[in-house]
């Protein structure tokens, strides 16, 4: 496949829930203004069931230079414990990056400043939550109170370590309970996989130490739902999504999926509306 010149250069690096969908609506619906040039996972038969599915040739790639070398900008999808080193050699290569895991970038401001240095972008979505422009704007004249509280079905925290450690057993919550009741950097390393909201909290408002995450199990709860409300000089702001889960990943939010795509959109479009 030759690249479009007109186009975006798009590379994948993660091919689980979130980027075997941002892979299928860059094939299929950015068309005028990206391309998939490359797809890269640490488990090399993910990248090419995709490949496959969508009738791509010479996208998927061996190691992650390759992946960086093939694209303009790098869609970041993992779950790995760190991607900081990724993300900076994606930078350093002049590379923009759309980052999903959040979460991991709460003091990543190195970061921020290699892209600016060298007039690339790292592009973090709005998530799983709403409001993240109003929020954005309310900060420029100061938050008093934020408070984000997060609901999830027991499927939701399979596997998380902060239960574990807690002895908490899922089979044994039969209403809702809190689980989790602290600040912004606690629960982004309680719920590493899980709470990547709390840090677009954080970076969007600039006031992390003012946020109280809290975290429920509920066994009635059928989607993920965050509602958070601030209070400040500019009013009152509440929002709440109820979003159905990712098929393939119950930990992550349709609607995070559908903000990549359209953060995705929007930048290589050149197009912004509301951010
Ligand atoms: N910003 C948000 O609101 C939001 C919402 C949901 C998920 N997320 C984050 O997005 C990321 C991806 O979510 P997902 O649901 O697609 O997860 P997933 O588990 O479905 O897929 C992750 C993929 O990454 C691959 N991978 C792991 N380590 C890798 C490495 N070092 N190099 C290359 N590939 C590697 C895995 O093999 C897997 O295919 C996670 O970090 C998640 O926390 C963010």
Excluded: W
């Excluded at 186009?7 to 690096?13: A, Q």
């Excluded at 992650?64 to 093939?70: E, M």
């Excluded at 027991?154 to 600040?183: A, C, M, Q, W």
């Excluded at 601030?230 to 929002?239: A, E, R, W, Y």
């Amino acid at each position: 496949m030759k690249p479009k010149t007109d186009c975006v250069k798009i590379g994948i690096l993660g091919c689980g829930a979130i980027g075997a969908r941002v892979a299928k609506s860059v094939k299929e619906d950015l068309t005028r203004d990206c391309q998939l040039t490359g797809l890269y996972d640490i488990d090399l038969k993910k990248a090419e069931r995709i490949s496959k599915s969508l009738l791509l040739d010479n996208v998927v790639k061996k190691t992650i230079p390759d992946l960086i070398k093939s694209c303009d900008c790098m869609v970041e999808a993992v779950n790995a414990k760190s991607i900081r080193p990724i993300i900076r050699q994606a930078l350093q290569a002049r590379k923009s990056v759309l980052s999903m895991s959040v979460g991991k970038l709460l003091n990543a401001s190195d970061l921020f400043q290699l892209a600016r240095k060298n007039k690339c972008h790292l592009l973090l979505p709005s998530g799983a939550i709403a409001g993240i422009d109003a929020i954005k704007a309310a900060s420029l004249v100061g938050i008093d109170t934020i408070t984000l509280t997060t609901r999830k079905p027991p499927s939701g925290f399979i596997d998380d370590p902060y239960l574990r450690e807690k002895g908490i057993h899922l089979s044994e919550i039969t209403k809702e309970t809190v689980i989790f009741e602290g600040n912004v950097t606690t629960a982004v390393k309680a719920f590493p996989r899980n709470i990547n909201v709390a840090a677009t909290l954080a970076l969007a408002s600039q006031c992390r130490e003012k946020i109280l995450v809290r975290v429920i199990v509920s066994p009635k709860c059928t989607t993920n739902s965050h509602t958070i409300e601030l209070k400040g000089k500019f009013g009152h702001i509440l929002t709440q999504t109820d979003n159905f889960v990712c098929p393939d990943n119950p930990k992550t939010s349709y609607l995070a999926v559908l903000s990549g795509i359209q953060t995705l959109k929007q930048y290589c479009s050149g197009v912004f509306i509301g951010t």
